[in-house]
């Protein structure tokens, strides 16, 4: 159980253009889900908390007009990297829990390579 | 100073030795505690709980010492299969997972 997805594993787009990356959790109802990135060598840093039907909390130094989040059900976040630049390059990860202070299940993340 | 302090290593060990990592915290307030491993380019993936008596899991020791705000993990008879990085991660008072930076584990046969 708890198993959470997350579409594209990796995507390779040029500069300028936006990405949009799906984070499902599959067997539960997921009422907040956790939007992470990982520079090599780093770790993982939170980047917004978004509560399924409200508008998502962006953590210190991280766009809101550049990484639009978006969770509108129970079961899908997605974030989309708007006007990509190559310093975007990264792991994205998401995760998800049933509630705040919950276990957070973890998708295998998207790596996402701008040119 | 950082939120959750590691030792990056890599550290290097034969395999069947015992290996130990720490990682400090400089959160009093901080509520819960955990180690992860994360295999190269794959998301972290929850190991162990910490709890304040300590606690085993297999091969696996996790220790906390909330005086000193430092958490421990120790590894008896090491695998090849346990190469990964070892992260180390604290839930605040916010429900927010701190996560620290890893440490590089890397067993040889």
């Known amino acids: 159980g708890a198993v959470v997805s997350q579409h594209p594993s990796w995507v390779i787009c040029k500069s300028g253009t936006s990405v949009k990356i799906e984070c499902r959790s599959l067997?539960?109802?997921?009422?907040?889900m956790f939007w992470y990135r990982q520079f090599p060598k780093q770790s993982l840093m939170l980047m917004a908390t978004?509560?399924?039907?409200?508008?998502?909390?962006?953590e210190q130094g991280v766009e809101k007009d550049k990484f639009l989040i978006n969770h509108a059900s129970l079961t899908l976040s997605t974030l989309t990297v708007t006007s990509a630049h190559p310093e975007d390059s990264s792991f994205y990860i998401c995760?998800?829990?049933?509630?705040?202070?919950?276990?957070?299940?973890f998708g295998p993340g998207t790596r996402l390579t701008v040119l | 100073r950082k939120e959750v302090e590691q030792d990056p290593g890599p550290f290097n060990v034969p395999e069947g030795a015992t290996v130990a990592f720490n990682c400090t915290y400089s959160?009093?307030?901080?509520?819960?505690f955990f180690w992860y491993r994360q295999d190269c380019r794959k998301e972290p993936k929850l190991l162990m709980s910490?709890?304040?008596?300590?606690n085993e899991d297999g091969r696996f020791t996790a220790q906390l010492n909330r005086a000193s705000q430092y958490i421990s993990l120790l590894i008896r008879d090491s695998k090849l299969s346990d190469s990964a990085t070892y992260l180390c991660?604290?839930?605040?008072?916010?429900?927010?997972?701190?996560w620290g930076a890893g440490t590089k584990l890397i067993i040889k046969p």
């Open positions: 995760s998800a829990s049933m509630g705040p202070g919950d276990t957070q299940y």
């Open positions: 067997d539960f109802q997921a009422t907040t």
């Open positions: 978004s509560n399924e039907g409200s508008k998502a909390t962006y």
């Open positions: 959160n009093s307030a901080s509520q819960s």
């Open positions: 910490v709890y304040s008596s300590g």
């Open positions: 991660v604290v839930l605040d008072s916010n429900y927010q997972l701190i």
